[in-house]
């Protein structure tokens, strides 16, 4: 297993793509020039979307700030 900490700010570069088979979305985080990738299966993605929902409830003042 591989562990990265990536910091995702109000400036930070997100770009969604689909991969060529049409079976995955990866999600850029970052410039071209230094970026990771979360390469995403429906299931996964769907994952994804719900532990941001949690995030987001962990931190009422930042929803307030949007």
């Known amino acids: 297993m591989i562990s990265v900490n990536v910091h995702i700010g109000a400036e ?3 770009q ?4 060529s088979s049409g079976d995955r979305v990866w999600l850029e985080i970052g410039a071209a020039d230094g970026s990771v990738a979360l390469f995403l ?3 996964g993605l769907a994952r994804l979307i719900d532990t941001l929902g ?3 409830e962990l931190l ?3 929803r307030a700030a949007v």
Not at 16 to 19: G, S, Y
């Open 54 to 56: 949690d995030a987001n």
């Open 41 to 43: 299966d429906r299931a």
């Open 12 to 14: 930070t570069p997100l």
């Open 60 to 62: 009422p003042s930042l």
């Open 16 to 19: 969604a793509h689909r991969t």
